[in-house]
């Protein structure tokens, strides 16, 4: 790998960087392949409008894994959450959508699924739902031959957990429930349990604007919401980045569910458009801007490409890692427990030194073995970074394309 300004570790782990709020977009799909494709031109050069008729969107069935900030226990600064539909891919489909959902399959463990047999993937502050077909008894035995140890029973779910970096999963009888110390700002798999059940209240029950915008939004392959942005004319409001195919084409539909009475004129949001940098799929240059009320809608319409090359980013592995920290010796161990195996180029880890940002030290995991597939190991030795406050595993995606599905923080928050 080579230097990367903005290597991983340079930046805040992601559960630091949501809680802060600085991942605004985080769940927008404009933004959760941020640094992982090329960029793309701003909408002013040679954007045109006009009308756009996208396909209808599905029942927005991922809205019952969402519990309202009001029910949990702890403050929630900004909901955002990503709602894919694996099994519903097109070939050719924009690369970003293609980033976005190996991203997410990189991050989530490995439960004996597969990724593409998922019929609903919800990922939120509070965790990670997978819908899906499956033989309870066999992902059970799965999850805890990774690592996990059984810890009794939920509301008619198998609990399953692990102390590494805290992580905890919830096996039902058609649905899965996951929550990460790393991955996520509030894991509480209980409110996702709860909400799933009709126990707890859902945010779009208790919040008439989140549930306009979801409504509106509907179900479709690739969803990103989040309910504190700004418009690009500057407005508060909430935000509904979604894609959905129709025919040989993809289409995007960006809303803004404005939260007070300024709401922009249609020309107004188009100039806007026209000097934001905001970004919509790849080869997106005509679009229809409309408003409704507190609702303003801009759709773009882009062909499929069934022969465009692939991107690195889709062949990213899904595996669930282990880690073992011997602080007297000064070594950190990672281990493969379980997952697709992943190709040693590709395999690095990086030491987090606030005295040397943006470097990056790749070693083979572990020396001499290729692909890395279940059971192996690789040991870091830390005596040479006495400033070490946390180790990553990093995926590189081809020339400065990093991904880390997994962190180990030295000096401790890996119990969420």
Request: with cysteine; glycine share 10%; charged share 25%.
């Amino acid at each position: 790998m080579s230097p990367e300004p903005r290597r991983p570790s340079a930046d805040r782990t992601r559960r630091r960087l949501l809680a802060t709020g600085g991942a605004a977009f985080a769940a927008s799909l404009s933004a959760l392949t941020a640094g992982c494709l090329s960029s793309l031109p701003p909408l002013g050069e040679g954007q045109r409008y006009g009308r756009i008729e996208a396909p209808p969107a599905d029942d927005p069935a991922y809205r019952r894994w969402l519990p309202a900030p009001s029910s949990v226990d702890h403050p929630v600064e900004r909901y955002h959450l990503s709602a894919l539909r694996p099994a519903a891919s097109r070939a050719g489909a924009p690369g970003k959508l293609a980033g976005a959902r190996a991203r997410h399959r990189a991050d989530v463990d490995y439960f004996g699924i597969g990724f593409e047999n998922h019929d609903l993937f919800v990922d939120s502050a509070f965790g990670t739902v997978v819908e899906a077909a499956f033989d309870r008894g066999i992902v059970v035995a799965t999850v805890a031959d990774s690592g996990y140890e059984r810890a009794g029973e939920y509301s008619g779910y198998t609990l399953l957990e692990r102390s590494d970096v805290r992580r905890r999963v919830a096996v039902g009888d058609d649905a899965v429930v996951w929550t990460s110390a790393y991955h996520h700002e509030h894991p509480d798999l209980e409110a996702l349990v709860d909400a799933g059940g009709g126990k707890r209240r859902r945010y779009h029950e208790r919040n008439a604007a989140f549930e306009q915008l979801t409504r509106a939004a509907g179900g479709n392959p690739y969803l990103g919401v989040n309910d504190a942005v700004h418009d690009p004319t500057g407005r508060p409001a909430m935000l509904a980045d979604a894609v959905r195919f129709g025919g040989d084409a993809a289409y995007q539909e960006v809303r803004y569910r404005y939260l007070t009475d300024s709401v922009p004129t249609a020309r107004a949001l188009e100039a806007a458009l026209e000097e934001d940098d905001h970004r919509f799929v790849d080869g997106a240059d005509a679009f229809d801007v409309r408003i409704d009320g507190p609702l303003a809608t801009v759709t773009t319409r882009v062909p499929l490409r069934p022969d465009r090359g692939t991107d690195p980013a889709p062949d990213l592995p899904q595996v669930t890692w282990g880690v073992d920290h011997d602080a007297d010796a000064g070594r950190v161990t990672f281990r493969h427990e379980a997952g697709e195996p992943v190709p040693a180029g590709m395999l690095g880890y990086d030491v987090v030194r606030p005295s040397a940002p943006g470097r990056i030290r790749e070693r083979p995991f572990p020396p001499g073995v290729d692909p890395v597939a279940a059971g192996a190991e690789a040991t870091v030795d830390l005596s040479e970074y006495p400033d070490a406050t946390g180790v990553n595993v990093v995926y590189a995606g081809g020339g400065r394309r990093y991904h880390v599905p997994f962190c180990f923080e030295l000096a401790g928050g890996n119990d969420g």
